[in-house]
């Protein structure tokens, strides 16, 4: 399949002109005209080839990079992306808050923090081992005074992606945490201080038992203590969304 390279000046102006460099350049992409890693053509070759202003090149060059299509290589080039029209994983906030999708989204966390517990057991710095300690810390004070706020919870497990020392599992947890932490906050004030306390003690103790197998440097039991939690955490949900249904 071709793509039409007459000079944009003679088509139709619903779309301004580097919008229509962007569409044209984006189905070249994706027919594969110009393959992933390939360097595209240079400016000079596009505004003769388009009939286009240096300026309209470059403005659908920062369109086509902003949409995660192309890199540019200062001084030698604009690149289409190995990545290139693959669909970004994204978890939409409406969805997250239907419950059903709530334990869909605990259970992708036991995966991926089960393993970031196990790397921080072996990664941990003295700096981590504060930040996780001082998580479950506040925790227990929200315990013994009904504190409605989930950010030490969300802190303890930033902290343990943190401490494996892996930014992706930091970016990952850091996404999903902001995805789900609404539903969190909204589920705490639903309910009367003392549920609150007895919820917020049981979720800490879990967290002490992490804790505990991450400053052990025992990989395995962190992996365990973590996946243990998470499964709690998911159980509990379910009784939540069978107590309510």
Same mark, same amino acid.
């Given at each position: 399949?071709? !793509?039409? !390279?007459?000079?944009?000046?003679?088509? $139709?102006?619903?779309?301004?002109?580097?919008?229509? !460099? %962007?569409?044209?350049?984006?189905?070249?992409?994706?027919?594969?005209?110009?393959?992933?890693?390939?360097?595209?053509?240079?400016?000079?070759? @596009?505004?003769?080839?388009? &009939? %286009?202003?240096?300026?309209?090149? *470059?403005?659908?060059?920062?369109? @086509?990079?902003?949409?995660?299509?192309?890199?540019?290589?200062? &001084?030698? &080039?604009?690149? %289409? *992306?190995?990545?290139?029209?693959?669909?970004?994983?994204?978890?939409?906030?409406? =969805?997250?808050?239907?419950?059903?999708?709530?334990?869909? &989204?605990?259970?992708? #966390?036991?995966?991926?923090?089960?393993?970031?517990?196990?790397?921080?057991?072996?990664?941990?710095?003295?700096?981590?081992? +504060?930040?996780?300690?001082?998580?479950?810390?506040?925790?227990?004070? $929200?315990?013994?005074?009904?504190?409605?706020?989930?950010? $030490?919870?969300?802190?303890?497990?930033?902290?343990?992606? $943190?401490?494996?020392?892996?930014?992706?599992?930091?970016?990952?947890?850091?996404?999903?945490?902001?995805? @789900?932490?609404?539903?969190?906050? #909204?589920?705490?004030?639903? %309910?009367? =201080? +003392?549920?609150?306390?007895?919820?917020?003690?049981?979720?800490?103790?879990?967290? *002490?038992?992490?804790?505990?197998?991450?400053?052990?440097?025992?990989?395995?039991?962190? #992996?365990?203590?973590?996946?243990?939690?998470?499964?709690?955490?998911?159980?509990?949900?379910?009784?939540?969304?069978?107590?309510?249904?």
């Amino acid at each position: 399949m071709t !793509v039409d !390279v007459s000079p944009i000046t003679t088509w $139709a102006r619903r779309e301004s002109l580097s919008s229509q !460099v %962007v569409r044209v350049l984006s189905d070249r992409i994706k027919q594969d005209e110009y393959p992933r890693g390939s360097k595209l053509p240079t400016e000079k070759a @596009l505004m003769e080839e388009l &009939g %286009v202003s240096r300026t309209v090149v *470059r403005e659908a060059v920062a369109n @086509l990079r902003a949409s995660g299509l192309v890199s540019i290589q200062h &001084g030698i &080039g604009v690149f %289409v *992306r190995e990545d290139a029209g693959v669909t970004p994983f994204r978890l939409g906030d409406a =969805d997250m808050m239907q419950a059903g999708n709530m334990v869909k &989204g605990l259970e992708l #966390r036991i995966g991926i923090e089960s393993e970031a517990a196990a790397l921080a057991a072996e990664r941990w710095t003295q700096a981590d081992l +504060k930040a996780m300690t001082t998580a479950c810390d506040i925790m227990d004070e $929200a315990v013994k005074h009904s504190t409605r706020d989930t950010l $030490a919870d969300f802190e303890f497990h930033c902290a343990v992606a $943190a401490a494996s020392h892996n930014e992706h599992f930091s970016g990952i947890f850091n996404y999903l945490g902001e995805t @789900l932490m609404p539903r969190m906050r #909204r589920t705490t004030h639903a %309910v009367d =201080d +003392k549920t609150l306390s007895t919820h917020l003690a049981r979720v800490n103790k879990e967290h *002490r038992a992490i804790l505990s197998a991450i400053e052990a440097r025992d990989a395995d039991a962190a #992996r365990a203590a973590m996946r243990a939690h998470l499964i709690a955490s998911k159980d509990r949900t379910l009784a939540k969304m069978r107590q309510d249904g």
